[in-house]
């Protein structure tokens, strides 16, 4: 089984990338994706028709983080959306799901988990604990799983892989927009990689226009930030799993240019 992580979206120039999804999944033989969207909106938050979009364009599920929630309506959308998962570490009674079993173009279940990292960011239950737990009833449905550690450090995002070794699929790093080059598998068949980067604009601050980015470091004062426009790539990792076992046989960075203009 193949599956398609593909990184944080930003804005419409990160949209407008994914125009090429279907084609690209085809070529690739992907049998399910996964789209971190929580600056898919404008750069910051999901809206429910940023996520149609999404949905529209390939994406079976769309994974998020703490910005997830910049955008007005946001709530509705996640108790609406089953396939809109926000982190599973927020207290319970946030709306929403922090994972779920989807079903693959292959007809196989997969399990997608969304936690969201404590270190340098907000003071949430653990994530440890709480997919420690997760994981224990997803396995009761498939073998399958794939977590979004959307987390600051490297170190954290490292610990969760090392942790969850031999019991996921693999656990993708997000949030910071630069991929790493440290994937691997891991002794016990968990693929792993601190930080899958970004699908947007690289003629850019963590896709924030430079200028903007700068100025709002040099004045150190509030700054609206918008999304930069140039020099739009695909990041992700392509992962393959064995579909009996749920083993990481294969992970695979994936950074490709695509055309894309223009920012709503």
Not at 106 to 125: E, Q, S, T
Not at 168 to 191: C, F, K, M, W, Y
Not at 239 to 264: H, Q
């Amino acid at each position: 089984m193949r599956v398609l992580f593909l990184a944080d979206v930003i804005g419409s120039p990160g949209r407008s990338a994914l125009k090429i999804l279907s084609s690209l999944s085809n070529e690739l033989g992907i049998d399910f994706c996964i789209a971190n969207g929580e600056n898919a909106a404008g750069g910051f938050g999901l809206t429910r028709a940023v996520a149609e979009e999404l949905f529209s364009l390939g994406v079976h599920v769309i994974t998020s983080g703490n910005h997830l929630w910049d955008r007005q309506g946001a709530s509705e959308l996640v108790a609406e959306e089953p396939r809109v998962l926000r982190p599973a570490n927020y207290p319970p009674d946030v709306p929403g799901l922090g994972a779920g079993v989807f079903r693959a173009r292959n007809g196989k279940k997969i399990a997608v988990l969304n936690l969201l990292g404590r270190v340098f960011m907000k003071n949430l239950d653990c994530p440890f604990r709480c997919a420690d737990e997760a994981v224990k009833g997803l396995k009761s449905e498939t073998p399958i799983i794939i977590v979004d550690m959307h987390a600051e450090a490297t170190s954290e995002k490292v610990a969760m892989a090392w942790f969850l070794d031999g019991r996921v699929s693999a656990v993708v790093g997000t949030h910071t927009h630069v991929q790493t080059a440290d994937e691997r598998i891991l002794p016990n068949g968990t693929g792993c990689i601190t930080d899958a980067g970004m699908t947007g604009p690289f003629d850019s601050v963590i896709g924030i226009d430079k200028e903007v980015a700068i100025k709002r470091f040099l004045s150190q004062t509030p700054v609206r930030l918008v999304p930069a426009k140039l020099d739009v790539r695909i990041n992700g990792v392509i992962l393959d799993v064995e579909p009996a076992s749920g083993v990481c046989s294969r992970i695979e960075r994936l950074s490709m240019p695509a055309d894309a203009t223009g920012e709503k």
